[in-house]
């Protein structure tokens, strides 16, 4: 269980002259008002999250290497064809389509990753509940850094130029063994936490999971609430 109120109040508790990020909307709040503002703009919003979820973004990597075995399979079918039985033929096909068609779930973001916090440790489920890495909140490594994406370059150009454009943050978090970089589209890190303990990380186009702001901040508060984040001071600079 993730309950985001309970570790706002608790960081707000303990540095009464920080801003505390809202676990709801994200914005920073000063310590002796985040209570109400929890329950004055927050009022509806549920005590514990049994987990925080977005689109799975790691799965690209598999499905790409999947594509690549498959054209590889159908090039080695078609160079051997006349031996190859129907069912060797078929593989590749299979293969492909496989890929192509998870690509296109991912895409739509019908695809899911869950993030859920069991035993001190955050565990990512991803790869349609297959794949499951666990990470020790305790010293953590944190890096963030914007997340690049590409649009075309101008509009309505059809010969594929492209152009790189920071479509986000991430938040990457390193127990030294398992490394996990969760991306949203709102405001990085070092906005709402003190920036020095953070290290500023390379642009990256590779993420693991996107997440909506307030799951992002979830999961942050549970970093702080383990020493990985440190609260800003009111009237410091952002
Ligand atoms: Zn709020």
Redesign the pocket.
Known sequence: MIRPRELALEAARTNPGALVP?P??G?S?GAAKLER??DE??ADAPTELPHVEGPDAGIYVPMIALGVLGVVMFGITVAVAPESGRIAAALPVVTLGVAFAVSFLAWRNVVRARLRFEREMLVLRSFFGLHRRRLVLSHLRVETGSVMGSRPAFPGDHQGRHEEIKVGHYLRLSDGTTTLTLASSGAGARKRWQPDGVRQGPKRRWVDVWLPTSAMVAVELLVHAHGGLRVREAGESS
Do not use: F, G, I, P
Request: net charge neutral; glycine share 0%.
């Open positions: 809202c709801w909307c914005s709040v503002h929890l703009v927050h």
